[in-house]
Every structure is written in C-alpha cells, then in structure tokens.
C-alpha cells in the first residue's frame, strides 16, 4: 500500500539514499556529515496542539514559542476562526510544520447523531477540516467517528458514522489528506480488531487511526494496539496515564501524570512501533503552558522516543 510506502522512507537524508544507491564507495562522505545531518530511518517528529500554547499573543509568536521549546510542528484545530494567511505566514516564518488539523465539532456533533440536520452540521464541518488541512500543508484530520451513549446505540454509531464520513473519502484522497480517527473514551471501537475492520471498511488508504497512546492504558496496553493496527496508524498522539492512580484517586486523575511516568510502557510501544514500521508525527496532547512547561513537554516525548530516535 501506498502509504506504508512513504512512511517507512520519512526522515531518510538525501546523502544516505545516494550513499547506498552509489554503494560502498559514498561511505567516507557519509562519514563526513554531522549525526544532525544523518537522519535515522525510524524518526518521530514531534508536534503539540496550537491550544496548549499559553497566553494571548499573536500565532506567529506562538509558534516562535514552539519552536524554541523544541517542536517540529502545530496542529490547529477545525474549523476555526484563525485566518489562513496568519497561519501560514508564521508556518514560514518559524520552519514549523502543521501536519494536520483537529476536527472542532467531533463532540458537539457527532455523525451518529439521531437528528439528521446535527449529521448534516458534523459533515459540513469535516468537509471543511479537509479543505483547510490541504491549505495549510497538512496531511491528516483527527475525528472522533462517533459517540455511543444511553440514547446513541452502538449499531446505529457503526452504520452511521460510515456512512456520514464515507461522503468525504474521496475529496480526501483527491487531496491526499488523511482521515484519521482518535481513540477516545467514547464507548465505541473498544477492541483493535474491531478498529481495524472499522478503518478497512472504507477500503481507502486515507482512512486510518490517530492512535493515542495514553487513552489507551485504562482499557488495554498501547503496544498490542499499535501490532494490530499496523500500516492503519497515520499519527500518535502522546500522553500518559497511571492506573494506580486512577485506583487511589478517581478514574481521570489517571491522566494526572506526566508523559513518561505511567503505565503506557514505553519501551513496549517504541518496539512496537519499529515492528510495524511507523516513522512521522507524535502529537502531545497534554496540559500546555508557558516556555517552562512545553520545553518540558517536548524533553520527555524525547525521552519516550529515545530508542527510535537515538
């Protein structure tokens, strides 16, 4: 499949493609350049969301801020009411990436909604996440595709979210965009076999999963997740969670811990992430703040990815 494809060459340099098509005789140049230079073939990229950047000034110095703090990327949500040209003009300004959007309205709207004008809102605003995440140069949507609760059946989620997001596979693939769906505490979804037979239901390469690592670990064990679902994952978001705390203190203050300090088991999941090839984004989804707190951020996901990234 396509995607495979190209994710297992991101981060590749362009000297280390030459060195090996020329053969043994490019190694003394390869040995010249700085390991700065020489990007590992399994390369996490680390973005946070826009959001958790602190403080009422301007995008372009929220994302000097981000940029300084170590990040390689912002996703924005959608839709919005920041202005494109802002965006994109501190997009070039700082060097920093946008590889993708956040559907805005995935819980006020859901597209299993019994109300067919809410589905109609949920579908005119995904439509737009697509056409925005294009603009912006980004490759991928995160959706909630559904939510079940005491008056929303899980049937009527599985048939109608598919049908609701089904509509907009194909300006997705016209214009390479990724629809990707977040594990999320949504009572839907709950195994990875079924996630993985939800995803290739809609038999495009431009469905698949934000997987989230941290929402993960109150139901299962993040690195099972991620060998089942495979070349499906086009994103990570990061976080962690600690189910003693979650047994001593309630269960979301499970999420009270640092990215590191709970029970994700990193190791397990940097395995698990080589064992199916994934290299791109890693995306914190934490409590932000200011320099201080995401200098701190963007160190641990560092630390976390230490074997990946070396």
């Known amino acids: 499949m396509h995607e495979i494809n190209r994710r297992e060459f991101i981060g590749?340099?362009?000297?280390?493609?030459?060195?090996?098509?020329?053969?043994?005789?490019?190694?003394?140049?390869?040995?010249?350049?700085?390991?700065?230079?020489?990007?590992p073939t399994q390369r996490i990229l680390k973005?946070?969301?826009?959001?958790?950047?602190?403080?009422?000034?301007?995008i372009l110095e929220k994302f000097t801020l981000a940029k300084s703090c170590g990040f390689d990327g912002v996703e924005m949500d959608s839709p919005s009411n920041w202005n494109l040209q802002e965006v994109l003009d501190a997009k070039e300004a700082t060097g920093l990436q946008i590889p993708g959007v956040v559907l805005s309205s995935h819980w006020s709207k859901p597209f299993n909604h019994p109300e067919e004008q809410v589905r109609k809102e949920a579908s005119k605003s995904l439509d737009q996440a697509i056409k925005d995440c294009n603009a912006l140069?980004?490759?991928?949507?995160?959706?909630v595709p559904a939510v079940v609760n005491a008056s929303m059946g899980y049937e009527e989620a599985y048939e109608l979210s598919q049908i609701e997001i089904?509509?907009?596979?194909?300006?997705?693939?016209?214009?390479?965009?990724?629809?990707?769906?977040?594990n999320v505490w949504n009572n839907f979804l709950l195994s990875p076999i079924e996630a993985s037979r939800y995803v290739d239901e809609f038999d495009s390469d431009h469905v698949g999963w934000y997987f989230d690592i941290g929402n993960l670990v109150n139901f299962g064990y993040?690195?099972?997740?991620?060998?089942?679902?495979?070349?499906?994952?086009?994103?990570l978001d990061v976080k962690d969670f600690s189910r003693q705390k979650r047994n001593?203190?309630?269960?979301?203050?499970?999420?009270?811990?640092?990215?590191?300090?709970?029970?994700?088991?990193?190791?397990?999941?940097?395995?698990?992430?080589?064992d199916i090839k994934y290299s791109g984004w890693a995306?914190?989804?934490?409590?932000?703040?200011?320099?201080?707190r995401l200098t701190e951020i963007a160190s641990r996901m560092d630390t976390v990815f230490k074997p990946l990234n070396g």
């Open 166 to 182: 089904g509509r907009h596979v194909p300006t997705a693939e016209s214009l390479d965009i990724s629809i990707a769906f977040e």
């Open 137 to 143: 140069g980004g490759t991928s949507v995160l959706v």
């Open 248 to 274: 001593d203190e309630g269960l979301w203050k499970g999420f009270s811990v640092k990215i590191g300090d709970g029970d994700s088991d990193w190791d397990s999941v940097c395995e698990a992430i080589k």
């Open 12 to 39: 590749q340099s362009t000297m280390l493609t030459a060195g090996i098509t020329a053969g043994i005789t490019a190694l003394p140049a390869l040995a010249a350049l700085s390991p700065q230079q020489i990007q």
């Open 47 to 58: 973005a946070l969301k826009f959001g958790m950047i602190a403080g009422n000034a301007s």
């Open 222 to 235: 993040p690195d099972q997740w991620i060998r089942t679902l495979g070349h499906r994952i086009k994103k």
């Open 283 to 292: 995306t914190a989804e934490v409590g932000g703040g200011d320099r201080e």
